[in-house]
């Protein structure tokens, strides 16, 4: 079966659902399988793609932020699976709400080069239009992101249904208040809202043994959410789970929780170092279970990839950065004035105020001749 088994502090056992191991085996499982008899060899191919060009975008945006032309950027890598998976299970019509590091979620949510760079450059304060791409732009806030997901969610209930609300969050955030307090108004209101919970196993410095003694699973039936916990190295163990989900939530079932397992290999952004708090061997363990390998392995079983077909999706990865590139360098300076439009639908005295007193600051360079206020 295609389960893997974690036993917490009380005895009790937490199922983990797999559908394709590490090594690329194809295992059987009585709930998912159902969710994805539809899924082609060229859905598959795609969600591959996807990864891939995933992966080579996050790398050149590290890259990017390395060579100063970004101030700052959170890597994904490893984490590919869990944002791949759970996108394609997605709708047009559902709204996505999520933290810092779901940039592959944004990209396949049709985000442009130019709109995933403009925040990380400093150039604007956010990155797209939500309402273009149905995605609010990333919480920097830890978990805030989940109440506006069952505010949402809770709307939707009032407008009829048909829809859901998506909120992404990592496993530190389910100490935060605003998690349970959101999970909480969820369950009681049965808005429909997916708990999408990628336990990257680290909040920043700490392990996720010290956030929570039981698996991060175990808590959503506190709540009377239904629960599962996925693999989240399995893209098609992840798109399994979220279309079932999913399906809750757009028949009137309410809010589920999911907890994918993944691992992120690389730091919780590129001003951390995480050699300094996890050992080698267990960045080695998890290596062994990369979610791009592992679907690589799978698919050369079953005779639908090959050399050529890995060398063409590499193609159109690094186009992918290169246009990620070149929009980010190309990005127009912001005027320095603009930091204070859109903050308000309407004026301000506040920031009226402050605007003015900007503007006599920048006035001072002006008046001095060194431009610094064009």
């Known amino acids: 079966m295609g389960k893997v088994h974690q036993e917490t502090a009380d005895g009790k056992v937490v199922a983990c659902h797999q559908l394709i191991t590490a090594t690329g085996e194809r295992m059987a499982d009585g709930l998912l399988d159902g969710f994805v008899a539809d899924v082609t060899a060229g859905t598959l191919q795609k969600l591959l793609q996807d990864m891939v060009s995933m992966r080579r975008i996050d790398a050149e945006a590290t890259a990017l932020q390395r060579q100063g032309e970004l101030a700052l950027w959170p890597p994904l890598l490893g984490q590919e699976a869990a944002q791949a998976g759970s996108a394609h299970a997605l709708q047009a019509a559902d709204f996505v709400f999520s933290t810092y590091r779901e940039s592959g979620v944004a990209y396949l949510r049709g985000a442009k080069p130019a709109e995933l760079m403009s925040v990380w450059r400093g150039n604007n304060n956010s990155g797209w239009d939500p309402y273009t791409l149905n995605m609010a732009t990333p919480q920097i806030v830890i978990g805030a992101q989940t109440l506006h997901a069952t505010g949402y969610g809770m709307g939707i209930v009032l407008d009829g ?11 530190g955030a389910t100490s935060q208040g605003d998690v349970h307090e959101s999970m909480v108004f969820a369950a009681s209101f049965q808005a429909p809202v997916i708990f999408f919970c990628q336990n990257n196993h680290w909040a920043i410095s700490e392990p996720v043994g010290l ?8 808590r959503g039936p506190g709540y009377g959410i239904p629960t599962l916990q996925v693999d989240g190295n399995d893209v098609l163990a992840v798109l399994a789970a979220t279309r079932w989900a999913a399906e ?41 279970k990369d979610p791009i390998a592992r679907l690589q392995a799978y698919l050369r079983s079953q005779g639908i990839f090959d050399d050529d077909m890995e060398a063409g999706m590499s193609a159109t ?22 930091v204070f439009d859109h ?32």
Not at 211 to 218: I, N
Not at 272 to 282: A, F, H, M, S
Not at 317 to 338: H, N, W
Not at 361 to 373: N, P
Request: net charge negative; hydrophobic share 35%; with cysteine.
């Open 211 to 218: 956030q929570s003694t039981l698996p991060l699973a175990a």
């Open 248 to 288: 809750r939530a757009r028949t009137g079932g309410g809010p589920s929780f999911i907890e994918a397992l993944t691992y992120r290999m690389g730091p919780h952004t590129t001003a951390d170092d995480p050699t300094r708090y996890r050992g080698v061997t267990e960045l080695e363990d998890w290596a062994q």
């Open 343 to 374: 903050v308000y639908v309407t004026d301000h005295p506040v920031l009226d105020r402050q605007r003015r007193q900007y503007q006599q600051y920048l006035e001072q360079f002006a008046a001095a001749g060194d431009g610094s206020a064009s």
């Open 317 to 338: 990865a690094d186009a992918a950065a290169t246009e990620l590139r070149q929009a980010c360098i190309a990005l127009p300076e912001p005027a320095p004035l603009s």
């Open 161 to 171: 249904g048909g829809s859901l609300a998506m909120a992404y969050f990592g496993d």
